[in-house]
């Protein structure tokens, strides 16, 4: 099944007690798989930081 990036951008990010952000953008592997390694999720609406690198693994 293929999606694009832009299918991915703001869904939530949650925790089991609330949200805490969306989807930013999405990094790929480019060794042919192309497999998704990190998701950037952007906290600014919960964290002060701002954005945050999470592995889906």
């Given at each position: 099944?293929?999606?694009?990036?832009?299918?991915?951008?703001?869904?939530?990010?949650?925790?089991?007690?609330?949200?805490f952000?969306?989807?930013?953008?999405?990094?790929?592997?480019?060794?042919?798989?192309?497999?998704?390694?990190?998701?950037?999720?952007?906290?600014?609406?919960?964290?002060?930081?701002?954005?945050?690198?999470?592995?889906?693994?």
């Open positions: 099944m293929l999606l694009r990036v832009e299918d991915f951008r703001d869904f939530s990010l949650s925790a089991t007690d609330d949200d952000g969306a989807v930013d953008d999405v990094y790929f592997d480019s060794t042919g798989r192309w497999k998704v390694r990190y998701i950037v999720g952007d906290t600014r609406r919960w964290f002060f930081g701002g954005k945050v690198l999470i592995s889906p693994s």
